[in-house]
């Protein structure tokens, strides 16, 4: 549970880093709110981005799969499942 | 989506809810109708259609006619009253359109393109490498189709769906040929971004029009930059893909010469390559104000072709 939740501040601190979102601090984001439209409103190209940094500092591949990824991208809860299910570094 | 079931409540002036006018189903019969006889006997209803426009355009109209009156300050050939300009304007829009309904029509053979700088696509080919193609609502967009054609490459056209898109998804299903194929680019899914470079891993061409901007756009997605005298909103969303891709940027553009003839413009903005970080505002910003600098270049060529028919430097 304790690796889940440093995983889950990783991966907040990544999308802020990625993403140079100015409002917003990795503290300020809930694991479990949605990334994008109502929530952090986050757009197409801002899931490339996190997509591209998530393969570089984890490993994974992100399978280009609508459906797998409407899954994946659903908040940092689902995206910190991904790569604990996925993660090869 | 018809153009009466664009979303409510948006801004009317803006481009998204304009729709070029006429349905899906005239469209159609359009279409097999120049399949059957050709483009000739619809011909002579051009200058009718327009000068229709002319008289009860409304917007249309008016953005062509303030236009026209910029390009003639700007020192454009464009001699004689301002209703004869607005009518030419009209009527060449009109003729760009035929000749789309007939190039999809199946008489590809009959139009002649001539190409400028298209070495840097033939190298691209070569090394089986994909690139964003960034053109204008300027001239006619679907010449690039025929250059896929051409060349027998896969051309992914991205573009927001629901207004003067109809047009192209008939077009779409009147010839699925498999050259070209069109993803409908929704901002706010998540998307759209990743087809885009599983397209391209896969060493096929990306194309988008960088001159208009998303209604919803946030200031991170567009640029405010001088275009023909007067600050402008441009998209950002082709150069930052580019930019976050790697790849390289080229500007397309197609301008009309005469009856069934094309000019085909293709510069390489940016040969591709990582884009560090820290680089990318600065790389992105160079490249949109070498594309607007391009732009203008060719409305002042083809002042006529311009096909942005609303209020182009309007605030939101």
Redesign the interface.
């Known amino acids: 549970m304790a690796e889940n939740e440093s995983l889950h501040q990783e991966i907040k601190v990544l999308i802020v880093e990625t993403l140079m979102l100015e409002d917003v601090t990795a503290e300020a984001i809930e694991t479990d709110a949605p ?3 109502e929530g952090l409103g ?8 996190i ?2 940094v998530l393969e570089e500092n984890y490993g994974v591949v ?1 399978d ?1 799969d ?1 459906d797998t ?2 899954e994946i ?1 659903q908040s940092v809860a689902s995206l910190a499942r991904f790569v604990q299910g996925n993660r090869r570094t | 989506m018809s153009a009466e079931e664009a979303p409510r409540g948006a801004d009317r002036t803006n481009w998204s809810v304009h729709a070029e006018r006429g349905s899906w189903w005239i469209l159609r019969f359009l279409v097999a109708a120049i399949r059957k006889l050709g483009s000739a006997p619809l011909r002579p209803l051009v200058p009718v259609v327009a000068l229709y426009f002319v008289f009860f355009g409304g917007k249309a109209r008016r953005a062509s006619r303030d236009y026209m009156e910029r390009m003639r300050g700007l020192s454009a050939d464009l001699p004689g009253p301002i209703f004869g300009q607005t009518y030419r304007h009209l009527r060449t829009f009109a003729f760009v359109i035929l000749d789309r309904l007939e190039l999809w029509s199946g008489a590809i053979g009959r139009f002649q393109i001539r190409l400028h700088g298209e070495q840097c696509m033939r190298e691209l080919i070569e090394h089986k490498r994909g690139a964003m193609l960034v053109g204008a609502h300027l001239g006619s967009f679907d010449v690039l189709r025929l250059i896929a054609r051409e060349y027998g490459i896969q051309v992914n056209v991205i573009m927001y769906t629901g207004n003067a898109e109809l047009i192209n998804r008939a077009f779409e299903e009147l010839d699925p040929s498999a050259s070209v194929r069109l993803i409908e680019l929704d901002p706010h899914a998540f998307s759209t971004a990743l087809e885009i470079r599983k397209c391209v891993n896969r060493g096929e061409f990306v194309a988008m029009l960088g001159d208009r901007v998303h209604p919803s756009a946030t200031g991170r997605r567009k640029v405010r930059l001088n275009f023909l005298g007067q600050p402008a909103d441009f998209a950002q969303g082709p150069f930052l893909m580019a930019a976050i891709l790697g790849i390289p940027l080229i500007m397309s553009i197609a301008l009309r010469r005469g009856f069934r003839e094309y000019d085909g413009y293709l510069t390489l903005i940016s040969e591709g390559g990582r884009v560090p970080r820290s680089k990318r505002q600065e790389l992105v910003g160079r490249w949109s104000a070498e594309y607007v600098a391009l732009l203008e270049g060719y409305c002042m060529r083809a002042p006529l072709q311009w096909f942005n028919f609303y209020d182009f430097w309007g605030r939101e």
């Open positions: 990334l994008f439209g986050l757009d197409s190209i801002d899931s490339l981005e997509a591209m992100l280009e609508p990824n409407r991208f």
